[in-house]
């Protein structure tokens, strides 16, 4: 009985090591994306992401009122 208990607490202590050293490993990749996140924030701020060239409004041209029937022309020059 004595041999199960000091196996098993022998397993356990091996396992708590594992998770030890798993929470320290995302501890550190927390930080590192805590770092990349607030440099995405200054970048943001800054206006550098949103260089991109703004969409000028287009002038679509507007149909005349529908009078019951419509030609295969008039739908072509207005697409």
Sequence with gaps: MNKLVESTMKKLAERDENL?????????????????????KVALSNGMLSSMP?????????LEKFKGARSARDVDNFL
Excluded at 22 to 38: S, Y
Excluded at 54 to 62: T, Y
């Design 54 to 62: 703004k969409q000028q409004a287009m002038d679509v041209p507007k």
């Design 20 to 40: 030890e050293d798993m929470v320290l490993a995302m501890k550190k990749e927390i930080d590192k994306l805590k770092g990349e996140l607030t440099i995405y």
